[in-house]
């Protein structure tokens, strides 16, 4: 199977693509009656960093990871190996998952019984930018700090928990206050540790482009 690579540019390992902000900004989610963080008011629309990513199935993968977020349900994560090889990648087009694990892939919808993580497009792209506008409703409790920034959302059904993800180490990145941990609990967990944040970057849309696969 052939996979696509991202570009680097100097300094990062990689560059994640994105479009640019719309309108100048936004205003970074906090929980209902919760101040913003120190004031800010930004809201990524992309957002794109290196990280170490620790995939947790039956077969745990770590490594380094390039990783673009594009609001409101694109994303890409690419785990690396020792040899610089891809041994894990993710990608989001908003209506399809892309999974490739070690020598498998597999497509899949984002409604379909089989799919492998408890949350949707759009709340993955919420919690990698260190969100919760799509923790919308009864199933969802949301706790923030003192300074409105979300620590964790807690998703659940039928009285059961599904979904918890923690977001901890909060740092200021171009206006905006991103976590640079994230810890995503559920049927398969995925825990991120952002090295390098950039949000806001222009980029075009390949990078969310579903690789062909052989069946």
């Not at 199935?57 to 609001?71: Q, W």
């Not at 990648?89 to 984002?110: A, H, P």
């Not at 409604?111 to 792209?125: C, G, H, K, T």
Request: glycine share 8%; with cysteine.
């Amino acid at each position: 199977m052939r996979i696509n690579r991202l570009s680097r540019a100097p300094g990062l390992f990689f560059i994640l693509t994105a479009t640019a902000l719309l309108g100048g900004c936004a205003v970074l989610y906090v929980p209902e009656k919760q101040p913003p963080a120190g004031g800010i008011t930004v809201r990524p629309k992309t957002l794109r960093a290196e990280a170490v990513v620790e995939l947790r199935r039956s077969i745990p993968l770590i490594g380094r990871a390039h990783i673009l977020v594009e609001s409101p349900d694109k994303f890409r994560i690419e785990v690396m190996g020792p040899f610089n090889q891809v041994i894990s990648l993710l990608i989001s087009d908003g209506k399809k998952l892309f999974v490739f694990s070690g020598r498998s892939s597999e497509i899949f919808g984002w409604e379909d019984p089989s799919m492998p993580y408890p949350f949707n497009a759009s709340e993955a792209v919420s919690f990698l930018m260190g969100e919760a506008r799509t923790a919308v409703g009864s199933e969802y409790s949301v706790t923030a700090d003192k300074d409105g920034r979300v620590k964790d959302i807690v998703k659940s059904r039928d009285g059961a928990e599904v979904l918890k993800v923690t977001m901890t180490d909060y740092r200021k990145v171009s206006g905006a206050y991103v976590p640079f941990n994230i810890s995503i609990d559920g049927k398969e967990g995925l825990s991120i540790r952002y090295s390098e944040v950039e949000i806001d970057a222009d980029v075009g849309a390949e990078p969310f482009n579903m690789p062909l696969i052989n069946r």
